[in-house]
């Protein structure tokens, strides 16, 4: 066996009230894609940032390539070869693609940049993705798909040993994300060591070679990739089996709650109509960029409709002054796909549930402040939100624990119809489990549900029917029966 | 999520309890830089710990701290107000010259007007000043440095044209016209009730009125919102654009309330009182605790930050500190507080 690229034994890391690592050993061989998998909070995140050198252990020890590591820096990582496709993206906006992927690094002529040079190379390691985007392009332009690649880009032009993918490909589409794929493929071969994090399971066996399963920021174990299957993973993850993660209930059709008629958003949206019925879940496929972001928010009265009509248990709900606040007085309720848009960061959990209930309000209303804590508990204890700590700030609480506080301030403004974007999204597998069981029990409770997903398996396990979108029109129905992973991509593609 | 067990319960809230202990010791930050410096003070200068000197320094700093409360609102929402000393100047302005001098508006004589209707006048301009700079950045999106950057000349413009440059009231040979403020507002600016100065009680119904709003109704609630994610409190209905509106109307009023009283501290008006302290009171908001990028913050700490300055500028008076000196010592302050409120956020945050 090769001598290990990294090797990290017995770290610790502590914060202030949590031990995120607890005597975490690690080793990444060269030429593997090493998986590293863990609900959110298991500790990967910090793992990672102590890698490429963002947080210091507490202790343990840290060598590459055999020799001991103290005070790792971000530059010292990159001086060692280490390289971390960031979740979030760290790209300048308002620069150009070619900008971006040389930053601080731009090719040089004797006098000035050599910009056709520039260009040429940025142009050639975006084919390399498979993507042809022009070089001069801002930043800001792309969609969200394209930026994940110049990230990607730019970090393979560095041409690091030890390459970090934190959630790669969330947002891509299958054919980019088998292009990366060939990607790291090549990079492994060439005997570069590879530390992946997804939260989609079923990439892990079509790329990794070993797993590392993180918990409460112990690792409890490193297999083979012939070992671990789903399952196992999965138990390895959460700590038991997950006995059924889609937990739909057979709901009987009730009347319709939300009908859309020719909704029509400039460049965006064309034209689409259906009718969402009292304890439905009706999902929306389609592949990135199909539309579905902006059907989401024109329905939500954030992006203004050049044509068509919404109406809410028959009356017309949309017209020229359509917005959140008359959206949420007819009873709609937003899941947006970056809970980002949803949460106020350094407002406590209260304050976050009970935004809605001040959009009609005249700004001298009197805040129901016995309501409001009433309610957050009565949430906290219901939705299991984790910890159980009113006081705390949002920015605080996991992807999985801040979606429930985004569905307590729906649930809790008696919204009867919600628009999910990407419900599931970021979060790990025993939070998705528990949001699909509540928007089960919902739909139960005759809520209807638009649940918009570009993970197959999801709508598959959750919904009564699915429309298909492309090119931001609706282009097809599936009914429960049709529906299928296989019927979907071939739908949607 | 894994069902936590009783005992881990109890660990997360002890947890809770210890980093909101750490939390409260935090953010007392300015209190506790407060206390020292009046410590310091004490200690080094004999008159300083005099009641008379600290009736003394409330009353210089009740100008800036009205203004202060209003600027609290703009900052928690991620603005800024460079305009309020103008305003300030503005409405005290024209409350001056209503009150004393025979005014032809559209050809309706006017004045010397009923002063509580000047006053009254005066405020609904200072209002309608905040207003115009709230309409102009929420309909505009003109970042609000620039549009009260462009307010501030503009506002001391219109004052200079009210009052055509000169102190108000004017004696003017010949005119005679012109009479004295009334003697109220000379009271309110220099008169005391039960021993404590108007000044002081006026400064802290209105920040007591801030404060209220601030955590009390849904226009407070609002300004966090917008403040931490104007995004998000779009996506939950709230009116983005007449929250801000609202916010720079109220700064506006607070403007207008300090200028009126300063007029009746100095017993005249002019165009350029006032100027420099749009600067102050942005200073004494972030001295405070708010946070300059907006969504955290609130009024006591701001009037904290105040008294820090006020205390600093008359200990060093009281100390024989040359007023050049004095400007470098309030400078460095400023800096070394926000330093350290930005080392301590960080902290929080991890």
Known sequence: MAAPLLELTAINKQFPGVRALADVDFTLLPGEVHALLGENGAGKSTLVKIISGIYQPDSGTFRVRGAAISELSPVKAQQLGIALVHQELSLVPALSVAENIFLGNLPRTAASIDWPRANREAKQAMAELGVKIDPTRELRSLSVAEQQLVEIAKTLQRQPDILLLDEPTSALSD????????????????????????????????????????????????????????ETIVRMMVGRALSDQFPKPAVTRGAPALVVEGLTVDGRLRDISFTLHQGEILGVFGLMGAGQEHLARALFGLERAVAGRIFVNGEAASSNTYSPSRAIRAGLGLIARDRRQSLVPMLTVGPNISLPWLAHRQPWHKLELEREKATTLQFIKELDIDPPLPHREAVYFSGGNQQKIVLARWMSTGSRILICDEPTRGIDVGAKAE??????????????????????????????????????????????????????????? | MIKDSAQDLAKAAWDERASR?????????????????????????????????????????????????????????????????????????????????????????????????????????????????????????????????????????????????????????????????????LWAGSGHILGIPFLLIAVLVVAITGGLILRFTAFGRSIYAVGGNREAARASGINVGRTIILIYAFSGLMAAIGGILLMGRLS???????????????????????????????????????????????????????????????????????????????????
């Not at chain 1, 409770?445 to 492309?470: F, H, Q, W, Y």
């Open chain 2, 268 to 350: 005249s008006a002019n165009a350029l009182m006032g100027e420099g302290e749009e600067l102050r009171s942005i200073a004494s908001t972030v001295i405070g605790g708010t946070n300059l990028f907006g969504g955290e913050g609130g009024v006591f700490g701001t009037m904290i930050g105040a008294a820090i300055l006020g205390v600093l500028g008359n200990g060093l008076n009281l100390l024989g500190v040359s007023p050049f000196w004095q400007r470098v010592a309030q400078g460095a302050v400023i800096i070394l507080v926000v330093v350290l409120d930005q080392w301590r956020r960080n902290r929080l945050r991890r």
């Open chain 2, 21 to 185: 202990l750490r939390t409260v010791l935090f953010r007392s930050g300015p209190l506790i830089a407060l206390l020292l410096l009046i410590a310091v003070l004490a200690m080094l200068s004999p008159h300083f710990l005099n009641a008379d000197n600290l009736l003394t320094v409330a009353r210089q700093t009740a100008f800036v701290a009205i203004l202060a409360v209003g600027q609290t609102f703009v900052i928690i929402r991620g603005g800024i107000d460079l305009s309020v000393a103008a305003t300030a100047a503005l409405s005290a302005c024209i409350v001056a010259v209503l009150m004393t001098e025979p005014v032809l508006f559209l050809g309706i004589p006017l004045g010397p007007m009923n002063p509580v209707l000047a006053i009254i006048l005066g405020l609904m301009v200072g209002a309608l000043a905040g207003t115009f700079n709230g309409f102009i950045i929420a309909r505009f999106g003109i970042p609000d440095f620039i549009a009260t950057l462009g307010a501030m000349t503009l506002f001391r413009g219109l004052a200079l044209l009210v009052t055509g440059g000169l102190p108000v009231p004017t004696f003017r040979i010949g005119v005679g016209a012109g009479g004295g403020l009334p003697e109220f507002l």
């Open chain 1, 435 to 493: 949001v699909f069981a509540l928007l089960g029990r919902l739909a139960e409770r005759g809520t209807a549900i638009l649940m918009i997903s570009s993970e197959p398996k999801e709508l598959v396990g959750m919904a009564d029917r699915t429309l298909i979108m492309r090119n931001g029109t609706i282009t097809g129905e599936l009914s429960r029966q049709e529906l299928s992973h296989e019927a979907l991509l071939r739908a949607a593609s």
């Open chain 1, 175 to 230: 054919a980019e994300r088998s292009r990366l794929f060939e990607v790291i493929r090549a990079l492994r071969d060439r005997g570069v060591g590879i530390i992946y994090i997804s939260h989609h399971l079923s990439e892990i066996a079509m790329i990794a070679d070993r797993v590392t399963v993180l918990r409460d920021g112990r690792n409890v174990g490193t297999i083979p990739i012939a070992e671990a299957s789903q």
